[in-house]
C-alpha cells in the first residue's frame, strides 16, 4: 500500500520537513521541480504532445507557491534544452513565485500576463499546458482573477498537466457547500506521499493519470498516515492463507440469502462468486418457489428453501443480492444481525439496514454500497433521517467530496467495514483506517459486477479473513480481473467469476504462495 495524506497533513509536513532539517521552502521545491520536469521528458506521450505545440509548454501561474512549482518545472525544462516555453503570470506574486519568475526569464522563457492579447492564443496553441494556479492551501472555489486563469486552463487543446493537485480540489468549507469545477487535468504530477483528495470520487475525473513524484521528502513520510492507495501487489497480504492439507470445511462455509423474481441472476452470480473466492461450500437460501429455478442455474452450490436451511454450520452470511425489501426480509436481516458469525450486506439488504434502525454490530460486518445506497446510510450515522431528501443529498455530495471523513463517520455507526464501490473505490474502517482502489475501468461498469464483489467478500469472510482483509482482497482481486478481461473487450458479470477464482487462490503456477 502507498500512503496517501490529506491537504492538511501535506501543508504540516511541509512545514516539518523544513523545521526538522533545516530547509528553505526554495529547496523543497527546487527537488520537487527536477522530479517533475524529468517525469515530463521521461513520458512518451508528453514528449509527443511538447513537440506537436507551439508553444512546446504554456504554465499558467496563480500567486502562491504551485506557481513557483510550474516555474521552476518551465526553468528546469529550459535549461536540458527545450525551447518554446511561455509563462502566463499575474502581476502580484507571492515572494517565492518572484523569485521563480525571475529564474525563469533568466533562463529564456518568455513572460506574459493573464490580460495579454498573446495569453489565450498561448495556451490554445500549447502542446502542455501546465496547471499551476493552485495547490493544497486552496480553499475554493475559484474567484474573480483565479476563476478566470482557471477558465483560460480549460480552453486549452494541447494536454493539461497540474502541478501536485488540480487546481480547485480542496476540502468542502461546509458539508453543503458547492465545491465547484476544479481544472480538468490529463496528468497530475502528484508530489509524494500522494495526496487523498484527488482521489475522492467527486474530484477523481479531474485528476486524470497520477505520476507519483518522489525524492521531495523522506521516503518514511507519510508511513502513520491511517489513509492508503490499494496495489495489485496488496492482494497477496489480504487473503486469508491456504494449509496444503486442508479440506473444504477448513474453507469455511458461506449462506447466501439472495435471489426474488426478477433477480434470480444476482443470487446465482454472488453464489458463484463466493466459490470463487475461496470458500469450501456455498448454500443459497432461497424463497421456496425460486429453489427450482435457482437449483438449474448452480451446479456447485447447493440450493435450499429459506424453509428448510438444515444443519450444516456457516461461518459467514451474505445478504442482499437481488433480494427484494419487503417485511421478511427485513426480519430476516434483524435475525442475521444478532447472529454471531461475519456478516456481509449488499444491495437491497443495504436499503433494509437503512430504515431498520439498526446500528454498531458486534460481530464483524462488511457493507459494499455504491453511491446511492451508501447515501441513507451516511444520512443515518449523521444523525438524519433517510427519509429526508435534503439529507440523503447532503450524504452523497458529502461522499462524493468529503469521503474520507463521511465514511469514517458511517464505517463507525455501524461498526462496519464499508467498501463504497466506484470507479474509484474507498474501504473504511471502523478504526478509523482507509484504502482507496483506483480502479477507473469503465467495462466494470455492468449489471452483476457488485453482485461478484459481494460474494468474493463473503467467501473471504468465510475462509477467516478480518473484514478490513476481506474488502481488501475483494476489492482488489475483482478490479484485477476487470482490468484482465478488459484487455479483450467487454464482457458479463459472470466471466470476472473464473477470472477472480484464479486470482484468489493466491498462489503461483509452481505451488509457491503468489
Known amino acids: 500500500m502507498r500512503p496517501l495524506v490529506g491537504f492538511a497533513s501535506a501543508l504540516a509536513l511541509d512545514a516539518s520537513a523544513r523545521e526538522r532539517y ?193 525524492g521531495v521528502f523522506e521516503r518514511s513520510a507519510g508511513s502513520s498516515s491511517t489513509m492508503a492507495l490499494l496495489e495489485p501487489e496488496d492482494l497477496r497480504d489480504a487473503l486469508p492463507r491456504l494449509d496444503p492439507d486442508c479440506h473444504k470445511g477448513d474453507r469455511g462455509a458461506v449462506c447466501a440469502f439472495a435471489g426474488s423474481y426478477g433477480g434470480v441472476g444476482a443470487a446465482a452470480l454472488c453464489s458463484r462468486a463466493a466459490a470463487a473466492a475461496g470458500a469450501g461450500s456455498v448454500t443459497l437460501l432461497a424463497r421456496d418457489e425460486l429453489v427450482p429455478i435457482l437449483s438449474s442455474m448452480l451446479v456447485s452450490q447447493m440450493v435450499r428453501p429459506e424453509s428448510d436451511p438444515g444443519t450444516r454450520r456457516f461461518t459467514a452470511a451474505l445478504a442482499g443480492p437481488g433480494w427484494g425489501v419487503d417485511e421478511r426480509n427485513a426480519l430476516r436481516l434483524e435475525e442475521l444481525w444478532d447472529a454471531a458469525m461475519p456478516l456481509a450486506l449488499d444491495a437491497d439488504a443495504l436499503r433494509l439496514l437503512a430504515a431498520s434502525g439498526l446500528s ?106 478480518s473484514a478490513w482483509d476481506a474488502a481488501r482482497a475483494a476489492v482488489i482481486a475483482h478490479g484485477l480481473a476487470g482490468r484482465a478481461l478488459a484487455r479483450r473487450g467487454f464482457f458479463e458479470a459472470e466471466a470476472l467469476v473464473p477470472e477472480a477464482a484464479r486470482l484468489s487462490y493466491g498462489r503461483s503456477p509452481d505451488g509457491d504462495e503468489g
Open 360 to 465: 454498531r454490530r458486534c460481530s464483524p460486518l462488511l457493507l459494499t454500497p455504491h453511491l446511492g445506497e451508501f447515501a441513507p446510510l451516511a444520512a443515518v450515522a449523521a444523525g438524519r433521517s433517510p427519509d429526508d431528501p435534503a439529507a440523503v443529498e447532503l450524504a452523497a455530495r458529502r461522499a462524493r467530496f468529503d469521503t474520507a471523513a463521511a465514511l469514517a463517520e458511517t464505517a463507525a455507526y455501524y461498526g462496519a467495514v464499508v467498501a463504497l464501490k466506484g470507479a474509484v473505490t474507498w474501504i473504511g474502517d471502523p478504526d478509523g483506517r482507509l484504502a482507496v482502489w483506483d480502479g477507473r475501468e469503465p467495462a466494470l461498469a455492468t449489471a452483476g459486477s457488485g453482485d461478484v464483489l459481494a460474494g468474493l467478500a463473503a467467501g473471504y469472510l468465510a475462509r477467516g479473513a
Open 22 to 214: 533545516g530547509l528553505a521552502g526554495d529547496l523543497l521545491m527546487e527537488a520537487a521541480a527536477v522530479g517533475m520536469a524529468a517525469a515530463i521528458e521521461a513520458d512518451p506521450a508528453l514528449r509527443a504532445a511538447m513537440a506537436s505545440g507551439s508553444p512546446a509548454v504554456a504554465a499558467v501561474c496563480g500567486g502562491g507557491n504551485n506557481a513557483g512549482d510550474a516555474l521552476a518545472v518551465l526553468r528546469r525544462l529550459a535549461l536540458s534544452g527545450k525551447k518554446g516555453l511561455v509563462a502566463i503570470a499575474p502581476e502580484r506574486l507571492g515572494p517565492v513565485a518572484e523569485r521563480r519568475l525571475a529564474e525563469a526569464r533568466l533562463a529564456g522563457v518568455r513572460v506574459i500576463g493573464f490580460d495579454d492579447d498573446e495569453a489565450r492564443s498561448a495556451v490554445a496553441g500549447a502542446g502542455v499546458v501546465l496547471d499551476g494556479l493552485s495547490g493544497v492551501g486552496f480553499k475554493g472555489p475559484a474567484r474573480g482573477a483565479l476563476a478566470r486563469a482557471a477558465a483560460l486552463v480549460s480552453s486549452a487543446a494541447g494536454v493539461v498537466v497540474s502541478v501536485d493537485v488540480p487546481s480547485g480540489v480542496g476540502s468542502l468549507q461546509s458539508a453543503d457547500a458547492d465545491p465547484g469545477e476544479p481544472v480538468r487535468a490529463v496528468v497530475t504530477l502528484c508530489v509524494e506521499p500522494l495526496k487523498a483528495e484527488p482521489y475522492y470520487p467527486g474530484f477523481r475525473p479531474f485528476a486524470g493519470r497520477i505520476l507519483p513524484i518522489g
